[in-house]
């Protein structure tokens, strides 16, 4: 059986974004990449190997976790071996790294196959798909491709204030609120540069949102799509991921209810599973997740049901396995991603949670209390975690 090598590489949708094979991502994210590299040890398979810079990564977690029933059975590995890699996400960058590494072509995607994907994960795709999906009861949702800073000022000028959206950016990047009251020479600048680098520009309405939730899937690139679970998370003012809510499915279900009928979901689910069959058909292999959201309208709830597709693994999915894995079923918590900005600041928040939230363990499963899910030293600037209780 072939080989599974896991790796975190953050800075795909910035890559996707780039697209050149010789990309370097900004000193923050490489510092991401470094302080969250063991995370795909929580959701890669039992006898796997994930690849590390460097073992003290690996050993400074074993050594807090102080549970060996609670560690990764993962294999640690820190050359790029030859084997079938299991990245965050495809892009040029990345697979230009593994080239440079040696690892053989039978191990790789093609060219054409990566740019397939960066096709694929475009933002004008998420907005051609909710296009369909808007003949659903109760959704919302529009999103329109500029091609000009006349076609922005426009839509602008019909709608009111609107969101800005390159096709290709990063969590929380390539996002810019604007009006007719705030357009500034600097907005202008930004439009007029991911034009130009990007071909065009999606604009949207700004929605009040009630709350950020996703519907996770796999695709196994013959067409089939299977439906992994949902996401209930939380972002910072700035569109960054901070956290998901680590409950059941009935739970996430329960509470989207109190908004829109359950029906509602279930029928955005079976036309995703329908429509995302067509799309990616033998194209993409591998997790994905399509975020939504809550929105109050004429003091009414509807369902935006493609605000994007992730075409990648993403911390909902993470958060799902870390659940179904370390969780007792009597717990729920939240799976937490943590920056922090200065050196030592992560270990005393680490040394304070520890102590303000003993972890209590039944029937093998984490019942309560707090557990680093990376190693956390004094140089530390990110750090994955969950807060349990029941």
């Known amino acids: 059986m072939e080989k599974k090598i896991y790796c975190f590489n953050p800075a795909h949708d910035m890559a996707l974004a780039n697209n050149t094979p010789f990309y370097k991502a900004p000193a923050e994210i490489q510092k991401m990449a470094y302080d969250l590299a063991v995370l795909p040890a929580w959701y890669a398979e039992g006898g796997e190997s994930v690849r590390i810079d460097d073992m003290k990564q690996a050993e400074l977690l074993h050594s807090q976790l102080g549970s060996d029933f609670l560690f990764p059975r993962v294999q640690w590995i820190l050359e790029w ?20 590494a040696g690892i053989g072509e039978e191990f790789l995607l093609t060219d054409s196959q990566v740019q397939r994907i960066r096709f694929l994960s475009s933002r004008q795709r998420s907005s051609e798909m909710l296009v369909g999906m808007r003949k659903i009861e109760g959704t919302c949702g529009e999103s329109v491709v500029c091609h000009s800073v006349d076609d922005v000022n426009f839509y602008m000028s019909e709608v009111g204030e609107i969101v800005l959206k390159a096709p290709w950016s990063g969590s929380g990047r390539g996002l810019v609120k604007v009006s007719s009251e705030t357009w500034s020479s600097s907005v202008r600048g930004w439009v007029e540069r991911v034009l130009r680098t990007q071909g065009s520009v999606m604009a949207e309405p700004l929605y009040e949102k009630v709350a950020d939730f996703a519907m996770e899937f796999y695709a196994d690139g013959s067409g089939g799509i299977y439906f992994i679970g949902y996401s ?3 972002t910072d003012l700035h569109g960054n991921y901070k956290e998901n809510r680590l409950c059941t499915d009935e739970q996430i279900e329960a509470f989207l209810s109190s908004f829109i009928p359950v029906d509602t979901l279930r029928q955005i689910k079976s036309s995703l599973t329908v429509r995302l069959s067509a799309l990616l058909q033998n194209d993409y292999s591998g ?5 939504m959201m809550i929105c109050r309208m ?9 605000v994007e597709i992730n075409l990648r693994m993403n911390m909902g999915i993470v958060s799902h396995q870390v659940r179904a894995r370390l969780l007792h079923p009597r717990s729920e918590g939240w799976f937490r991603i943590e920056y922090f900005s200065a050196d030592g600041e992560a270990v005393n928040a680490h040394r304070d949670h520890k102590d303000r939230y003993p972890l209590v363990v039944a029937d093998g499963k984490i019942l309560s209390g707090y557990l680093s899910l990376t190693g956390v030293d004094e140089t530390t600037h990110y750090q994955a975690y969950i807060l349990a209780g029941h």
């Open 81 to 100: 071996e030859q084997g079938s890699y299991v990245p965050w996400g495809w892009d040029p960058a990345f697979l230009h790294q593994l080239r440079s």
């Open 232 to 234: 209930l998370f939380e």
């Open 287 to 291: 997790c994905l997740g399509v975020d």
């Open 298 to 306: 004429n003091d009414a709830f509807h369902v935006h049901p493609c």
